[in-house]
């Protein structure tokens, strides 16, 4: 891949645009993208050939976090972002199966029909107009990034990557910017009270107009948005692979949502924050959910979850507590259903009125619970709240229909590493293999199943060699090197940046290491298989698996088969199994003094908690880092 957008056109700068406006922009884009076709097709060789060369530092990225992260620098992060992604699969988790027409249309689990049928709307003139003037504040916001660096060759390289008549709006004073945004900002909440056809409706002015976007009737508009999240992609993905400084990429991506005829989908939103994420800009990360917010717009799985992550990554406590209470329906919601809908039985627990807020002519509809997002849930309230809290939402949002899938379980079997926590750590392994059987399925004359991934083999050989537990170790290990063939010296590395210290009860580990994996250049070479990456790797890994009772799945509830798993220890302190697990009758062996009421809720000090209460108590926790 190359420089993008280096075609000049003209920008418009006007709220108000005619059919020839429109045609120009139009044949504008139309050119654009045809030449960033033609690079990407020139250029794939010579990136893929990077790529590879740099893999292991990619997995292995300087002060970052675990290998979760590390792999998904690898992975290709918009594989579930239009226009590249398909219909995703339900992976086998710990809750009830899907109900697609629960659906709404943008779930990535959507069926083609729903989508096709969501695709016949039109917006209100008052939607359109909200998602233009949140664009435009956007955009100030990626200008105001960039003035930041003053100094710097920051300056020098975004001007070469745009035309001149976009780029004297992006090189406004620092003055000038303020009162830009402070006007898109009053606009904005002015436009909360206008009618949805904007009767009447103008915008400040000394508002300066950053794009012009329009919805036509043959449905048009749709293939352009797509162009431009690929645009977009493309980008992110150049910068990834170097071939694009981090100042030239701000710039052409608010360039692209400048010229763009059509307007963003939330798979757009979701390009946007996945990729300022990969490209470590947490301030536009947080002004993308801001923008999302003032659209209205209705978050997916993706965007849910790369929120969360978001949160989780950034040691923001606060905000990811927020954005769960949206989800819960807390303070107006994610989402608004039509508000004639009849709420009955079947639709109670996903539609709630806003009483808490005195609108109870509102319906606010609640996310579909997804393995995914409940995935970055636990992952954060592991960390700002600990093994016990996360374990207690897992209960608690499992009665309400979540469930985990495998790589869902993989910080928690992380955590148990980390602590060498072993009894724990293998109910948990337990309940990932358990998982791997319930998603066998035929594939023709084979038997295929979803794969364990990387980072929880890495995972559980790590709490095998803290432990001392060598037989098991030599079992996983190669049942990682069958399940991702030619990744054995990818494993061990990550196994090896994951040990915190050296555990004095496993004396033998380097021995280990010599027995089963040899030295890390030379074991990929023992693995007589072809090479798979890990950003190409099937969604099956068959060499794995031979024929199982598809029936034998685990239990509903994140357990082992004796139990809820539950620690209550200090580090690399390994408790009873009475003090683990939890008896079917609902009692714990917990620090705190609990008890299990009639109806099934936990008693803390007295006071019966509910799921929405346990959120509470992590955000006014002591363990939460704000």
């Not at 918009?78 to 109900?99: C, D, H, I, K, M």
């Not at 993308?288 to 209705?298: E, G, K, Q, V, W």
């Not at 005195?358 to 995935?375: A, C, E, H, K």
């Not at 992380?414 to 399925?441: N, P």
Request: charged share 25%.
């Amino acid at each position: 891949m190359s420089s993008f957008w280096n075609c000049w056109g003209i920008f418009a700068a006007a709220a108000t645009f005619d059919a020839g406006v429109k045609q120009q922009r139009r044949e504008q884009w139309d050119k654009a993208i045809a030449e960033v076709k033609q690079e990407l097709g020139q250029r794939t060789e010579r990136v893929t050939q990077d790529a590879k060369s740099t893999e292991v530092d990619a997995v292995f990225p300087s002060g970052r976090g675990d290998a979760l992260d590390a792999l998904a620098e690898v992975a290709d992060v918009f594989s579930e972002v239009e226009p590249y992604r398909r219909r995703a699969l339900w992976p086998a988790n710990t809750g009830p199966p899907l109900q697609v027409h629960r659906l709404p249309p943008e779930s990535i689990y959507a069926t083609d029909v729903r989508r096709e049928q969501a695709s016949l709307r039109r917006w209100t003139p008052k939607k359109l107009e909200a998602v233009m003037l949140s664009i435009d504040a956007l955009q100030l916001k990626i200008f105001q990034q960039l003035a930041l660096q003053s100094g710097s060759d920051w300056r020098t390289e975004a001007s070469a990557a745009i035309p001149v008549n976009y780029r004297d709006q992006m090189f406004m004073s620092a003055e000038e910017l303020l009162a830009a945004f402070d006007s898109k900002s009053k606009d904005l909440a002015r436009l909360k009270r206008n009618d949805p056809e904007l009767n009447g409706w103008q915008r400040s002015e000394q508002d300066m107009p950053l794009c012009s976007y329009s919805q036509d009737d043959q449905g048009l508009f749709h293939g352009t948005t797509r162009e431009l999240n690929k645009s977009l992609q493309a980008l992110f993905k150049q910068h990834a692979a170097s071939t694009l400084t981090t100042p030239a990429l701000l710039a052409k991506v608010a360039y692209n949502l400048a010229i763009s005829a059509a307007p963003p989908n939330v798979h757009t939103y979701n390009t946007l924050l996945l990729g300022f994420s990969k490209a470590q800009q947490p301030t536009l990360v947080g002004s993308t959910i801001h923008s999302l917010r003032r659209t209205s717009m209705r978050p997916n799985e993706v965007t849910n979850s790369a929120i969360l992550n978001h949160y989780t990554a950034q040691d923001d406590g606060e905000g990811f507590i927020k954005w769960i209470k949206l989800m819960r329906g807390k303070n107006g919601g994610l989402a608004l259903a039509r508000p004639d809908i009849r709420i009955n039985e079947a639709g109670a627990d996903r539609l709630i009125r806003d009483e808490e807020r005195g609108r109870p002519d509102r319906v606010i509809q609640l996310p579909y619970p997804t393995p995914n997002v409940f995935s970055a849930i636990i992952r954060g309230m592991l960390k700002f709240s600990g093994f016990d809290t996360a374990l207690d939402i897992c209960e608690r949002m499992g009665q309400e229909g979540w469930g985990l899938c495998m790589s869902g379980l993989t910080p928690l079997l992380k955590d148990c590493a980390r602590h060498g926590d072993w009894e724990s750590g293998l109910a948990v392994w337990d309940q990932i293999q358990a998982l791997k059987k319930k998603s066998t399925r035929r594939q023709g004359k084979t038997w295929v199943s979803e794969v364990v991934g990387l980072d929880a083999y890495a995972a559980m050989l790590r709490l095998c060699s803290r432990t001392g537990q060598r037989e098991k170790f030599e079992s996983v290990w190669q049942q990682a090197c069958r399940a991702h063939q030619g990744r054995a010296g990818v494993l061990k590395e990550i196994v090896e940046y994951q040990q915190a210290r050296p555990n004095a009860a496993v004396a033998a580990q380097s021995e280990l290491w010599e027995d089963l994996a040899g030295n890390t250049h030379s074991d990929d070479s023992r693995i007589v298989a072809p090479d798979i990456r890990l950003s190409n790797r099937s969604d099956t890994d068959a060499p794995d698996i031979s024929p199982v009772d598809v029936e034998a799945a685990p239990a509903q509830s994140f357990a082992s088969s004796e139990g809820m798993i539950r620690r209550d220890h200090s580090a690399l302190q390994v408790p009873s199994q009475e003090q683990l697990l939890r008896s079917e009758s609902g009692s714990y062996s917990h620090g705190n003094k609990t008890d299990t009421t009639k109806t099934g809720r936990k008693e803390v000090n007295g006071y019966a908690l509910s799921i929405d209460e346990y959120f509470e108590q992590a955000e006014h926790s002591a363990d939460m880092r704000w």
